[in-house]
């Protein structure tokens, strides 16, 4: 029983912190919605992911090689030019990754594209309507799929030992329902404060680009493949997680030495003007 409990408590962990780039796309993604549907979109988005979560994991349990072995129509390539051989896993991660780099792409182009920033808030909540809202929420269902793959997977491995499959498939139910609670307490709060701190939306569509990188090289990986002789390997989580360290503290500095040159040139034109 202690060894369940504690099998369920490394779970609620493990989706916890594979959990956090999830909940940046939620919150980015969710500003796309009118501004009165925001709230609605998250929770609704959250909640069918939650549910599509326990259907996902009864599939891979029940199917999970079929997603691990070779499609032997994907699978070949060219002498000295590259070598695959896609599974469906490795498909679905690339197509994931690929979504969220193009997303962060055209969100980082629209921002320093956009010359009135609060203008184009405005335009954006009176131009979208409640069709944009669904597909506001299919977006944050289908990429929250696509995140929750891997850490699934994780899961099976770690109720291996869990000798009852029904028993297991329980545990790992509880631990994506408790997580998905945890997602629906903090993706309200997170939206909040990029609203509130505007310049950390750069930093959240870094933080968006290099995941996508983290989960296209993952596929690559997956698929064992090969361009010129050399094997894609994945980026590790704890690369992952050391790049998004260096972001975040190379942000807030920037941000302090930035407010602290302001503050100078500030003091240097009160000067002049005293001279004056």
Do not use: C
């Not at 594979?18 to 988005?45: C, H, M, T, W």
């Not at 051989?85 to 498909?91: E, R, T, V, W």
């Not at 994780?154 to 329980?170: K, M, P, Q, V, Y």
């Not at 807030?252 to 407010?259: A, M, P, S, T």
């Amino acid at each position: 029983m202690l060894g369940i409990i504690f099998t369920l408590l490394m779970l609620v962990l493990l989706q916890a912190v594979l959990g956090f780039d999830n909940l940046l796309y939620i919150s980015l993604e969710s500003k796309k919605a009118p501004q009165i549907d925001q709230k609605r979109v998250r929770k609704v988005g959250i909640l069918i992911a939650i549910a599509l979560r326990i259907v996902l994991l009864f599939v891979l349990v029940s199917l999970i090689g079929y997603f691990q072995e070779p499609f032997s129509f994907l699978s070949g390539g060219i002498d000295g030019v590259a070598h695959f051989a896609f599974n469906g896993h490795s498909l679905i991660v690339l197509a994931g990754g690929a979504f969220i780099i193009y997303t962060a792409i055209k969100e980082i182009w629209h921002m320093i594209s956009t010359h009135d920033l609060s203008h184009d808030v405005e335009g954006e909540d009176k131009g979208r309507g409640k069709k944009s809202s669904n597909a506001v929420i299919v977006s944050i269902v289908l990429m929250n799929l696509v995140f929750s793959f891997d850490s699934i997977l994780a899961a099976i491995g770690l109720t291996s030992e869990i000798e009852n499959s029904s028993t297991a498939f329980i545990v790992m139910a509880i631990a994506i329902v408790i997580s998905g609670l945890l997602m629906l307490f903090l993706a309200d709060r997170i939206s909040v404060f990029l609203a509130k701190n505007r310049m950390y939306e750069v930093l959240g569509l870094f933080i968006l680009f290099i995941v996508g990188i983290m989960l296209v090289t993952e596929g690559g990986h997956l698929a064992h493949l090969e361009l010129f002789g050399n094997p894609i390997e994945s980026m590790s989580k704890t690369t992952f997680y050391f790049v998004i360290a260096i972001l975040v503290i190379t942000d807030i500095v920037q941000g302090r030495y930035q407010k602290k040159i302001i503050a100078q040139e500030a003091r240097e034109e009160l000067h002049e003007g005293e001279d004056k």
